[in-house]
């Protein structure tokens, strides 16, 4: 192929050559005769250099998982198995959206020497999920830039970016929310940790129980036991919307980003705390459910989250199946969408809340910590038109709670404390 230069190289020599040979011009002739000579030349180093392609492999290294927020080096290895040089070569790698380029370059110009020629650079990670590292492109010219082969390697490396979880206990004012929702500490005799009373020995009492201070200021000398606490255990089911419209945000503040990273820091708390949760994810045509009852499930909860690239559409059909066939009515559900929902996506949600206690999140907007006047707009759009949308659903009584990415887990944990207080009613 030839180049726009090549072109007018090529067209204006042709030109002073037709020109010197009708005005007699020797002097122009003889120019016009050594760019021409100069054009074969250039002819011939890209076309030899052409040939040496077929020699050249291409391959990338790259960990296959980080988390979200870590810098991580990429090779970019270009093996020529050649003899001798392939020069004036622009070999170019691309960083996909969700990415950004911390350190090195990602476009190499000039000759590959004999064996192994590295390109390395280092990005971080801004987005959660599945993401592709895309073909790399080279492009082959003369010395002149007078003729180029553009040709692309199929390189297709995927790579998953895990949330990163922050300590629940570093959110503001999470005393006065507890507070607020009037949720109290109990505890019963159990197998527990914590301590619960101390009462006099019994026949079958295990040893290791046993109060030896108790004993020692007792004046009989009897034998005391102390009771543990043991706090009952409550499931949290919660169900997240991954359809496309989750992949809407810039950067690192994608709707998907947020809910991932907040889940999985909630998931964490709950555990900690002796709880189960039941996650849910799904959109049109996907379904997952993953059971979380220890902190070891968090990893495979981490797996899949990287797994995770929000394309298919937004449809409810699915999760209310799977909802009606595994929990009781009366169930306390939660389901995490954003405000792209329809009428008949509500139809469904109203069936549901019809069945359980359903609290439906609606996350309305993700903040960005700088102005951006055209994407302000597009909230406010946003806004407005999920306004209509629950006016007209305004009778289906279904709980609905509009938040921003800033209050996602305050609001998981009052809905999770919440039901806390209303199971340790039913088993005190």
């Known amino acids: 192929m030839i180049t726009n230069i090549g072109y007018t190289y090529i067209s204006s020599t042709a030109f002073l050559l037709t020109i010197s040979y009708f005005l007699n011009l020797s002097w122009l002739y003889y120019f016009s ?13 890209f076309y030899s250099n052409k040939r040496k392609l077929k020699n050249l492999s291409i391959k990338r290294e790259m960990p296959d998982k980080v988390l979200q927020g870590d810098k991580f080096e990429v090779f970019l290895k270009i093996i020529n198995k050649n003899n001798t040089k392939v020069g004036f070569l622009i070999i170019k790698d691309t960083v996909p959206y969700g990415f950004q380029l911390e350190e090195g370059h990602i476009i190499f110009y000039g000759e590959l020497e004999k064996g192994e020629n590295t390109m390395k650079y280092i990005i971080y990670a801004y987005q959660n999920g599945l993401h592709e590292f895309s073909d790399v492109d080279m492009s082959l010219y003369d010395p002149l830039m007078l003729f180029v082969h553009k040709k692309s390697y199929k390189i297709r490396t995927k790579i998953k970016v895990i949330p990163r979880t922050f300590k629940i206990s570093r959110i503001p004012l999470l005393s006065n929310m507890i507070g607020t929702i009037s949720v109290h500490t109990w505890k019963r005799k159990g197998f527990g940790s914590e301590f619960y009373s101390i009462r006099e020995y019994e026949y079958g009492d295990e040893l290791k129980n046993i109060s030896w201070r108790s004993v020692a200021l007792s004046p009989e000398r009897r034998l005391y036991t102390i009771q543990r606490a043991e706090e009952s ?124 206690d359903l609290n439906l999140i609606i996350l309305e907007y993700v903040h960005i910590p700088y102005y951006d006047a055209i994407l302000k707009s597009y909230l406010d759009y946003i806004s407005i038109s999920f306004e209509n949308t629950k006016s007209q659903i305004s009778k289906s009584k279904i709980k609905i709670i509009p938040i921003s990415n800033l209050n996602l887990t305050i609001t998981l944990l009052k809905l999770y404390l919440l039901q806390k207080s209303i199971v340790f009613q039913y088993t005190r």
């Open 33 to 45: 005769f050594v760019a021409l000579l100069l054009i074969l030349f250039e002819a011939i180093i």
């Open 233 to 356: 255990k409550s499931l949290f089911i919660l169900a997240i919307d991954v359809s496309k419209t989750m992949n809407e945000g810039i950067e690192k503040y994608r709707k998907f980003d947020v809910i991932s990273t907040n889940v999985s820091s909630f998931a964490e708390f709950v555990l900690s705390n002796g709880d189960e949760i039941h996650l849910y994810l799904f959109s049109k045509d996907y379904l997952k459910k993953i059971e979380l009852k220890k902190k070891e499930d968090l990893y495979y909860m981490f797996e899949i989250l990287g797994e995770i690239y929000p394309s298919n559409e937004k449809d409810f059909t699915l999760i209310s199946n799977e909802l009606k066939r595994n929990y009781p009515s009366k169930s306390q559900i939660v389901l995490i969408s954003d405000t792209n929902i329809s009428l008949q996506d509500f139809s469904y949600l109203t069936n549901l809340n019809n069945i359980f």
